[in-house]
């Protein structure tokens, strides 16, 4: 999924714009599989601000599927992401953050589109803002059902100050 640049840089159009359905079947991020349900829309336009830098606007639209950092049920995330991009400025790559590599002058969409969503997707998924997680102790999944585990845990060095305290008052 390759996309030539060089209308642009030849100045034959003033801006090319992107409208396509990048194929993605799994991500990782950290240690999570994110799974993608549909291809990742992928909607901009490609324009010069300098006479060799190129920007990439636009937004990411993905559907996808992956575990709740906290209680490993399912979640699934539809977003948009906006994103605002330099993809071309050979020369210039100290002025200008580049999010990949080009090659020659052509940039490849799946590689833009995997590099957009490792900046902007979030670090962790969660079912709801508020999940409780499961049980340190027995694993139940706390947002529903309860369990009896006592999960105040005392630090052990505390535990053996209160013993010491215990005996030096006998
Ligand atoms: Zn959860
Ligand atoms: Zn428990």
Redesign the pocket.
């Known amino acids: 999924m390759v996309l030539d640049l060089t209308p642009l840089l030849d100045d034959r159009v003033k801006e090319i714009p992107v409208e396509k359905e990048v194929p993605l079947d799994v991500l990782f991020r950290g240690g999570d599989e994110l799974q993608f349900q549909q291809p990742v829309s992928l909607r901009g336009r490609l324009y010069r601000i300098e006479e060799d830098v190129v920007f990439f606007s636009g937004d990411l639209e993905v559907s996808l599927t992956t575990a709740c950092y906290r209680c490993l049920e399912p979640v699934r995330v539809e977003e948009t992401y906006d994103f605002d991009e330099v993809v071309y400025a050979p020369g210039k790559e100290e002025d200008y953050d580049l999010i990949m590599e080009p090659e020659g002058q052509e940039i490849d969409l799946r590689t833009f589109t995997e590099n957009v969503l490792d900046l902007k997707l979030p670090l962790r998924f969660l079912c709801h803002e508020d999940c409780k997680g499961l049980?340190?102790?027995?694993?139940?999944n706390l947002n529903t059902s309860e369990?009896?585990?006592n999960?105040e845990r005392i630090d052990p060095r505390f535990a053996m100050l209160k013993n010491l305290l215990k005996d030096s008052n006998s």
């Open positions: 049980c340190p102790v027995c694993g139940a369990c009896n585990c999960t």
